[in-house]
């Protein structure tokens, strides 16, 4: 594949405009009441969800029509092309569905003319604060266009971190294994509900770390850029490097990677699990 590449930069104003666009939609249809559709025992979907991709592909059509886009309601089209778009239409449906306002719409686009894609440019739009974080590969990341940076905090004992919990599967899930012994090493670790939101609040700060298990392409791609382009670190669980079909993420300022990997090395070998307290003694 012949590869014209241009600046990763030059995507974000047109990236930026669609995810303000679609988080204005995703506003409207917060303020009606939506009927919840179930895609698996809790794994829901409003049309507000659809209705958002919709929007996002059309823009993405119009403006990048040789542009490959995978997106979670909708799945791949893939004809081989230079460029693939990662789109979730409306990351926090669960939050969404219930009135609760922590969503976004999140955006990020790969070069795949590399032997394995690249993430070059991502933006996450949080309509309910108005809080549009983007980053352009090697350009560091933004906060409504000012530059942001991961934390200082170099003690895991003084983070707050944050993770989630598929909704599919669950019974499956050892998290809630992490979840514990994570909080009792932290200030706390908080469930927000929005993966994407999650590692932007990494990126500028407010978070010092996340992880969680089997989270998907399009929750990941433009987060994970914006908290590495805001000086952050992202793997795997056991350090490696991560990749946008990992399965595993965790983000952090670097400062408290190891710390956190040395954690989730003693809790999948099973040490430090306690027998369950009781809460009376
Ligand atoms: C979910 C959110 C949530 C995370 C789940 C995701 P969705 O995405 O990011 O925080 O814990 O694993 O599936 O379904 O609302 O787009
Ligand atoms: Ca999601
Ligand atoms: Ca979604």
Not at 9 to 21: D, L, Y
Request: with cysteine; aromatic share 10%.
């Amino acid at each position: 594949m012949s590869s014209t590449r241009q600046n990763p930069e030059s995507f974000v104003p047109a990236m930026s405009a669609i995810a303000r666009e679609a988080g204005a939609l995703l506003l409207n249809f917060f303020h009606q009441k939506l009927k919840i559709e179930y895609k698996g025992d809790a794994d829901l979907v409003t049309a507000a969800d659809r209705a958002s991709e919709a929007l996002v592909r059309e823009r993405i059509g119009q403006q990048f029509p040789a542009h490959d886009v995978l997106g979670e309601e909708q799945g791949l089209n893939d004809r081989g092309g230079e460029y693939r778009w990662y789109v979730d239409p409306l990351d926090g449906t669960t939050n969404f569905a219930h009135g609760y306002p922590v969503f976004a719409v999140s955006l990020a686009l790969e070069h795949r003319s590399e032997k394995a894609g690249k993430r070059i440019a991502g933006a996450v739009y949080d309509p309910s604060r108005d809080e549009l974080f983007t980053a352009a590969e090697g350009q560091g990341a933004q906060l409504n266009g000012q530059p942001i940076h991961v934390s200082k905090v170099a003690q895991l004992k003084e983070c707050l971190v944050a993770t989630g919990f598929p909704s599919h599967k669950r019974h499956k899930n050892p998290n809630i294994y992490f979840y514990q012994q994570i909080t009792l090493r932290t200030h706390g670790v908080r469930r927000a509900g929005s993966a994407a939101l999650d590692l932007c609040n990494v990126a500028c700060g407010r978070f010092d770390g996340f992880w969680e298990f089997n989270l998907n392409p399009w929750d990941t791609a433009a987060g994970v850029l914006i908290v590495e382009e805001a000086g952050g670190r992202a793997s795997r669980f056991d350090g490696s490097r991560f990749e946008i079909d990992s399965r595993e993420t965790l983000a952090s300022n670097g400062l408290v990677h190891d710390a956190l990997l040395d954690q989730f090395r003693q809790i999948f070998a099973g040490r430090g699990l306690d027998p369950l307290p009781d809460p009376r003694g």
